[in-house]
């Protein structure tokens, strides 16, 4: 969905490295989510962010921060990155008027870390 | 701990037949059910919702059942279809101050062969 957008769409990095993510939406939404996705476990929210001024931790945001810089950017930042950290990351949005019900996802970003 | 467990992993189902994918959750706190499909290379979308309010949903061929005495929910794709060819996730989520915060069951393969 050319609506939310995220960069890199691949990216190969080493042990130790930091790393950020970039998402972008155009959607207008206030709401922005990050997953991971591993095989056989779905997909697991990192992080959420009401609005600017607002972040929350998901299930699993060990090792992993974030940045809210506007409305439309929600970054994703692997300060140190390591092996397990290999996965599919989407962003995602949400509005309010519609009290977060759907959610829209990006085309996500394959991380690998040797 | 998997709040949303998924069965099966993968189906395979003929062109024109039914395709079934099964979900179980334990919070009873849950007040939304979507289901996502998500191809190669793209992020999930919604695909159908249900509110623990209704015990089916129907859109076109897609059907959710909803049992809250058991605590599953299931899709049917009914007269399936190759390009029905996707991963399917069950999600369940309650709303946090506006923000949906969406649990994910580990997914399902499904293969329609023509």
């Known amino acids: 969905d050319a609506d939310v957008t995220q960069t890199p769409r691949n990216r190969i990095t080493k042990t130790g490295k930091r790393i950020m993510l970039e998402c972008s939406q155009t959607?207008?939404?206030?709401?922005m989510y990050w997953y991971r996705q591993d095989p056989g476990l779905g997909l697991r929210l990192i992080y959420y962010?009401?609005?600017?001024?607002?972040?929350n931790k998901g299930e699993i945001s060990d090792g992993y921060s974030v940045s809210r810089q506007a409305q439309a950017k929600f970054s994703l930042s692997l300060e140190s990155a390591i092996p397990n950290q290999t996965a599919l990351y989407f962003c995602a949005t949400s509005d309010r008027s519609d009290l977060g019900y759907e959610q829209y996802f990006g085309p996500g970003t394959r991380l690998t870390v040797t | 701990q998997q709040q949303v467990k998924q069965s099966p992993q993968s189906l395979i189902v003929q062109k024109g037949g039914i395709s079934i994918i099964n979900c179980a959750y334990e919070?009873?706190?849950?007040?939304?059910f979507p289901w996502y499909q998500q191809f190669p290379g793209k992020g999930p979308a919604l695909l159908i919702a249900?509110?623990?309010?209704?015990s089916e949903k129907k859109e076109g061929r897609f059907t959710i059942s909803f049992n809250k005495s058991a605590k599953q929910f299931s899709l049917h794709i009914m007269d399936s279809q190759p390009g029905d060819s996707a991963t399917y996730f069950c999600a369940a989520s309650m709303g946090i101050q506006g923000a949906q915060k969406l649990v994910f069951g580990q997914g399902t393969r499904l293969t329609i062969n023509p």
């Open positions: 962010s009401f609005d600017v001024k607002d972040i």
């Open positions: 959607k207008g939404h206030d709401r």
């Open positions: 919070n009873t706190a849950f007040d939304y």
């Open positions: 249900i509110r623990p309010d209704v």
